[in-house]
């Protein structure tokens, strides 16, 4: 699947007196998150961000902002609903949310603009991008769905990787995150999230890369295809409904 934008952990920080149990802070009234702002002049994020330092600007000149659609924005309104309990944190992560044409990938051979990466989180920029394929069906028939899909797997980086939304705490390293502790322990990653024991039992394809992977695309299935996910991995149905509504 693809979808990039594993986040950079975040220095740590910590609200005192902030310690709660998982899923608690879903238990916070959706008014009270602080939702991140959604901005017309995403390729800025996006290019000044380190994670493409030193691509030419070239490159960088192709990514083109892109405002949301009141279709997108209505859209971008029912995840962060969905997902608010997670944000209670004045200090979570997410600052902005914007839309670009393009992405940049960088490997071996250099950066290149392209269209194949549906959404990415710059923890450097406090910035979620969603590109122009972030509704192609892949994992939904339908775009809309897909749309959605694509934002709530790319919130769930920014929100949980290197970012505990019970204690408000960040740390440098995603395998010190005492919530990604949690969650490899009860899916079956070892230590290092990186392997799995039991493949097999991933939500999709793409969530075999690692445990962060994984997490962000059982929380979107866990939204839209909830039963599908159950079905596969009752453990994830049952993280997932603990950590976004809070209870048992």
Same mark, same amino acid.
């Given at each position: 699947?693809? #979808?990039? &934008?594993?986040? !950079?952990?975040?220095?740590?920080?910590?609200?005192? &007196?902030?310690?709660?149990?998982?899923?608690?802070?879903?238990?916070?009234?959706?008014?009270?998150?602080?939702?991140?702002?959604?901005?017309?002049?995403?390729?800025?994020?996006?290019?000044?961000?380190?994670?493409?330092?030193?691509?030419?600007?070239?490159?960088?000149?192709? #990514?083109?902002?892109?405002?949301?659609?009141?279709?997108?924005?209505?859209?971008?309104?029912?995840?962060?609903?969905?997902?608010?309990?997670?944000?209670?944190?004045?200090?979570?992560?997410?600052?902005?949310?914007? !839309? $670009?044409?393009?992405? #940049?990938?960088?490997?071996?051979?250099?950066?290149?603009?392209? $269209?194949?990466?549906?959404? +990415?989180?710059? +923890?450097?920029?406090?910035?979620? #991008?969603?590109? %122009?394929?972030?509704?192609?069906?892949? %994992?939904?028939?339908?775009?809309? $769905?897909?749309?959605?899909?694509?934002?709530?797997?790319?919130?769930?980086? &920014?929100?949980?990787?290197?970012?505990?939304?019970?204690?408000? $705490?960040? *740390?440098?390293?995603?395998?010190?995150?005492?919530?990604?502790?949690?969650?490899?322990?009860?899916?079956?990653? %070892?230590?290092?999230?990186?392997?799995?024991?039991?493949?097999?039992?991933?939500?999709?394809? *793409?969530?075999?890369?690692?445990?962060?992977? %994984?997490?962000?695309?059982?929380?979107?299935? *866990?939204?839209?295809?909830?039963? +599908?996910?159950?079905?596969?991995?009752?453990? !994830?149905?049952?993280?997932?409904?603990?950590?976004?509504?809070?209870?048992?």
């Amino acid at each position: 699947m693809p #979808i990039s &934008g594993s986040p !950079r952990p975040a220095k740590p920080s910590q609200t005192p &007196g902030a310690k709660e149990a998982l899923g608690k802070a879903a238990q916070t009234c959706a008014k009270a998150a602080k939702l991140p702002q959604l901005i017309d002049d995403g390729a800025k994020a996006l290019t000044g961000s380190d994670a493409y330092k030193g691509c030419p600007q070239a490159v960088k000149d192709e #990514i083109l902002s892109k405002a949301f659609t009141d279709e997108e924005k209505a859209q971008v309104n029912e995840v962060l609903d969905k997902m608010g309990g997670l944000m209670a944190c004045a200090n979570h992560p997410i600052k902005q949310i914007g !839309r $670009t044409a393009k992405a #940049i990938s960088r490997d071996d051979s250099g950066c290149q603009a392209e $269209t194949s990466t549906y959404g +990415e989180w710059f +923890e450097d920029q406090g910035t979620l #991008i969603l590109t %122009d394929v972030a509704s192609n069906p892949l %994992d939904f028939k339908d775009k809309a $769905t897909q749309f959605k899909g694509t934002l709530a797997h790319e919130l769930t980086h &920014g929100l949980t990787n290197g970012f505990d939304p019970r204690t408000c $705490t960040a *740390y440098d390293n995603m395998a010190d995150n005492p919530l990604m502790q949690e969650w490899a322990k009860a899916t079956g990653w %070892d230590p290092t999230l990186s392997n799995l024991a039991d493949p097999s039992k991933a939500p999709t394809d *793409y969530a075999q890369t690692n445990a962060a992977e %994984d997490l962000s695309e059982t929380v979107m299935m *866990y939204l839209y295809a909830p039963d +599908e996910l159950k079905k596969k991995s009752p453990e !994830r149905a049952a993280f997932a409904k603990k950590l976004l509504e809070g209870g048992p």
